[in-house]
């Protein structure tokens, strides 16, 4: 137990998480206007920036107006497509990157639009969600709230949707919790203050996490033709569809020789069945059609033991994924003391449980296409009893850095562990560092078994910085490098596929 609270301890110097920016806190407007390039998929781009940010009272409005342009000098259609219904909702979303009103602790909060870190309850379900994850090349609308004390036993009640847009796949990640204290003064304080509360969280259809450029259902690994929602087969591969959807025998965009045999094609009928003279390319998934979704539900219970400078909480949680296995967390022990939050849990797991099931990288492995073949998360736990401890810290010194670290060691039927990080440098260190106005770096390591190292690669790895160069007091370059991972095979034994996303943006704060 030493060695794992010295570990801690360590970490709290290493590693920072989150490379995107929080919502302004300032009272004062500003836009920033930059101009910079963005890795998106395997495309280089030029990315021009808008982004007003706009306080009025407890509202805030954050926009994102932009601009692509692509290898050729020409303007992208990147959103700025109208050409029909589901594009132009989308290049409307794009350009809002929140609408809030109050903060995350205020009696009433919602948030609109980009979502950096949600977590309810206790996090056992859902911790640091964020939709946020591949910006600025998929962007997302997102919406979270939340209601505290309301009512006699003092209510709190918070929500959350991941992508309004996933609506149109028939799929959206979506959640809530409700907390009480349903004890009232009885004479025993302990009682009184305890709360409870109860989370769900659904992901309606993991499918919708499969890129779909045009909206036709086809994701594009499948679809011939990524960029026409009218057209997806092209079982050859020659850029001719098989087939049309206006007529069965229409014939004016069918390929000749759909299965590229060398061989003309031809359209038969024996009065039951129609259809061309050659295999086709078997379909593998359709998102609006084919939907698999998962339940994530729980309950929790917390009490202060301390209240004052040290904050002290004795809480439990349990979560049950609908269809697999479950999870406790219990004793778990939550300290805040000046800058200083700590906490510490047993846990223990049966079937085929995650705990934090919908984290940061949610929107990485949702669901992937691994070796031709999909799989979602759901698919790839495994069916094992394990028992463990979890911590965290999490350390803000003033206004010079913010640290924070997290662990996690599961053993049973099978070993593995978790190790995230984080450090940003504050303003009260980089005003004395010369032109350097951003300094963050990451790592995130999730699901590590015991034939790794919890530092090696693996598909759920995730790690970055963010660097700014300050050229005057309002104009800076921040580059923005983050990596993420896939494996070749399903097994990953054959190693994996690194994704590189790289930001270089020019910024102008103007007040």
């Known amino acids: 137990m030493l060695r794992f609270f010295s570990f801690l301890a360590v970490m709290l110097f290493s590693f920072a998480s989150s490379p995107f920016a929080q919502e302004a806190t300032s009272d004062k407007a500003t836009i920033q206007a930059g101009y910079g390039t963005v890795t998106i998929g395997d495309t280089q781009w030029q990315r021009f920036s808008f982004r007003p940010d706009i306080p009025i009272g407890p509202v805030g409005i954050g926009l994102d107006l932009e601009l692509f342009l692509d290898n050729t000098g020409k303007i992208s259609k990147e959103g700025w497509d109208f050409s029909n219904r589901n594009q132009t909702i989308d290049t409307i979303l794009r350009k809002i990157y929140y609408v809030r009103y109050g903060k995350p602790q205020d009696p009433v909060y919602l948030r609109v639009g980009a979502l950096d870190a949600v977590t309810l309850g206790y996090g056992l379900i859902m911790d640091g969600y964020r939709n946020t994850l591949n910006y600025p090349g998929d962007k997302k609308l ?69 890129k779909d450029s045009d909206n036709d259902g086809y994701p594009d690994f499948e679809d011939g033709f990524p960029n026409d929602s009218k057209l ?118 049966a079937g085929r449980f995650r705990p934090n099931y919908f984290d940061n990288l949610y929107e990485n492995v949702r669901v992937a296409l691994i070796g031709g073949q999909i799989f979602t998360k759901l698919m790839t736990l495994p069916d094992v009893t ?75 790895t995730l790690y970055g910085t963010r660097i700014g160069i300050a050229l005057s007091p309002s104009l800076s370059i921040v580059w923005d490098t983050r990596y993420t991972f896939t494996p070749k095979d399903p097994t990953g034994t054959t190693g994996f596929v690194r994704h590189r996303f790289v930001g270089i943006e020019t910024v102008m704060a103007m007040r």
Do not use: C
């Open 142 to 210: 997102g919406v979270v709230f939340g209601l505290e004390n309301v009512g006699t036993f003092g209510l709190g009640i918070q929500g959350m949707v991941n992508s309004l847009g996933d609506f149109k796949n028939k799929g959206a990640v979506v959640g809530g919790r409700v907390s009480a204290r349903p004890f009232k003064p009885s004479g025993f304080p302990l009682f009184d203050r305890m709360t409870i509360g109860a989370t769900f969280v659904r992901d309606v259809n993991q499918y919708a996490g499969l």
């Open 232 to 349: 997806w087969l092209d079982t050859d591969h020659d850029g001719l569809t098989d087939y049309t959807r206006a007529a069965p025998g229409d014939t004016a965009f069918v390929d000749p020789d759909a299965d590229g045999n060398n061989l003309t094609d031809y359209w038969w009928t024996d009065g039951t069945n129609k259809g061309f003279n050659h295999p086709k390319r078997a379909v593998l998934i359709n998102v609006k059609n084919d939907r698999n979704g998962v339940s994530v539900y729980g309950f929790d219970a917390g009490i202060p033991l301390l209240e004052g400078p040290l904050h002290l909480d004795l809480y439990g949680q349990y979560a049950k994924i609908y269809s697999g296995g479950w999870g406790i967390a219990v004793p778990g022990f939550q300290a805040t003391a000046g800058g200083f939050r700590g906490r510490i849990e047993y846990r223990h797991f």
């Open 386 to 460: 394990l028992n463990g401890v979890y911590g965290l810290a999490r350390y803000n010194f003033s206004n010079f850095f913010s640290a924070q670290a997290t662990y996690q060691t599961m053993s049973g039927g099978k070993k593995y562990q978790d190790l995230t990080g984080k450090v940003e440098i504050l303003n009260g260190i980089l005003s004395h560092i010369p032109k350097i106005s951003v300094a963050e770096a990451y790592f995130y390591n999730t699901y590590v078994d015991s034939e790794h190292k919890v530092i090696d690669i693996t598909a759920n």
